[in-house]
């Protein structure tokens, strides 16, 4: 088999009464391999579905929110091109007034 298709680990440790660093090679056999791949592939898969279905549902939430972002928007620039329409009716200018009678409810005190 080729070496570098394998899997190796080292464990490195120190010996409790020396101190000293020990090193243990540990090979992980062909059938471990192939059964770390038939449990690792389906989890990657199904978090990959996982993350499809929750960027699905913000997109939705994001379209809506975004939806009716616009529509609020649409209803105030609707109702202020009603207001400047009806600001716009017909009108007389009136050059000269006078005051005929002014009235006054206040009583001056002295």
């Known amino acids: 088999m080729d070496d570098n298709r394998k899997i190796i680990i080292r464990h490195i440790s120190r ?16 059938v471990n391999r192939w059964l770390l791949y038939l449990v690792l592939v389906p989890g990657i ?11 699905a549902v913000f997109l939705g939430l994001f379209a809506i929110a975004a939806a009716g972002f ?9 109702k202020l091109n009603q207001s400047v329409t009806a600001a716009e009716g017909e009108y007389q200018v009136i050059e ?5 009678e002014i009235k006054s409810d206040r009583t001056e005190s002295k």
């Open 15 to 30: 010996n409790a009464d020396t101190g000293a660093a020990e090193e243990r090679i540990v090979r992980v056999s062909p």
């Open 45 to 55: 898969v199904v978090l990959a579905a996982l993350g499809m279905f929750f960027f």
């Open 70 to 78: 616009w529509l609020r928007l649409w209803w105030l620039r609707r």
């Open 96 to 100: 000269d007034a006078e005051i005929v």
